[in-house]
């Protein structure tokens, strides 16, 4: 693994793969915009100081991509209300701690007595159920096709009186999709996340080139892949001749991981769902499908239509969201809202926009100087 690392991050390739970019951005003259929508995409451009590398006709904008900045205010209210009203223990991932609902974080809730217990999976969720009949545990499941397909799983095989699952997930062609039809963002390229195109493949995307005329590259994560993806796009651009490419073969293969793709075909329905700040999205999302409504949260308890908000005032999660602002364009960034006392879902996690500029952005100033 440290070989394969180590050829990725090569500093002769990198050297290569940059003057073969500027060459292909001195051809196209104008000024290109590609939109990442991953997390763990951002956290590793800024890492790696891939933006100051790029010429400045090219700049990389982060989508909508972090699993937890993207969960609305509104299902944390919901998964609130059911803990309160059915004296549920939920169980989530520790980035969904300090999210900000309507009201309070789940962290909140739990220091005013809540049972709340951080998971690493949705498998220590059931094992807690499992042991502890005495307790109705609830797992809070977010995320995109990287997680919902382990949720999948577990919802195909669980069978415990004393569990149930909130889904709040979400689905990037989707996702894609509905940021091509906005008329408010201007980008020219797409680099789709690699680990979601481990399980879904490169055929979901295929539509994109097809119906939108507009390019994809799948990429993954080290410095020569997010620069390969790159120059792979500014090469479909200038040719204009826009497809999927694949570029992260090592990991990804067009059909994807069929297994995975059957389970969370069984275990989901595709639905419309909630986005932080964005409203409902069509078709976005998965809910689980009728087949498993024993184990659905939504449908084993009524919930009532709740009054909340998705966002505190001054936070513009909703635009840091669809690449249309930049974190240190909110008024709040590193003044009321930091990483150790987040206003907004994007400081949360360190997969979110505000956090990653928040930890490497002083760092990288200091470093390019
Ligand atoms: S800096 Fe904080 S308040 Fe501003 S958009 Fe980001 S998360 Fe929201």
């Not at 602002?325 to 997969?351: I, N, Y």
């Amino acid at each position: 693994m440290k070989n394969v690392t180590q050829k990725y991050r090569n500093k002769e390739t990198v050297k290569s793969l940059v003057e073969k970019i500027r060459e292909e951005a001195k051809k196209i003259e104008k000024k290109v915009t590609i939109m990442h929508v991953c997390g763990t995409h951002e956290h590793d451009i800024v890492k790696a100081g891939i933006r100051a590398l790029l010429p400045k006709n090219v700049e990389l904008i982060a989508g909508p991509g972090c699993p937890t900045c993207c969960v609305s205010a509104l299902d944390i209210d919901e998964v609130l209300w059911l803990a309160d009203h059915h004296n549920l223990t939920i169980t989530t991932f520790g980035d969904m701690m300090r999210v900000p609902s309507s009201n309070e974080s789940l962290y909140q809730a739990q220091a005013r007595g809540m049972d709340v217990r951080v998971v690493y999976s949705i498998a220590d969720a059931v094992n807690i159920a499992r042991t502890h009949p005495d307790l109705d545990v609830l797992f809070f499941s977010v995320g995109f096709e990287t997680t919902s397909c382990i949720t999948a799983a577990e919802v195909l095989r669980v069978d415990l009186p004393n569990f149930s699952i909130y889904s709040s997930h979400k689905l990037v062609p989707p996702a894609m999709r509905l940021l091509l039809q906005r008329d408010d963002i201007e980008f020219q390229g797409f680099l789709a996340p690699g680990h979601v195109s481990t399980i879904i493949g490169t055929y979901p995307y295929e539509f994109i080139p097809r119906e939108f005329h507009f390019p994809v590259s799948v990429g993954g994560f080290e410095p020569v892949d997010i620069l390969l993806s790159i120059y792979s796009l500014l090469k479909q651009i200038r040719t204009d001749s826009p497809t999927v490419s694949n570029d992260y073969k090592r990991y990804v293969k067009p059909e994807g991981n069929v297994a995975a793709i059957k389970a969370m075909e069984k275990a989901f329905v595709v639905s419309d769902v909630r986005w932080r700040g964005l409203g409902t999205w069509p078709l976005s999302g998965s809910e689980i499908s009728e087949d498993y409504a024993h184990i659905d949260a939504k449908k084993r308890f009524s919930i009532p239509k709740l009054e909340g908000k998705d966002l505190r005032s001054k936070c513009r999660c909703d635009e840091i969201l669809i690449g249309k602002t930049k974190p240190q364009e909110c008024p709040l960034f590193m003044k009321a809202c930091r990483p150790d006392h987040p206003v907004g879902a994007c400081m949360v996690s360190h997969e979110g926009t505000c956090n990653v500029a928040a930890t490497y952005g002083s760092f990288l100033e200091e470093f390019q100087e």
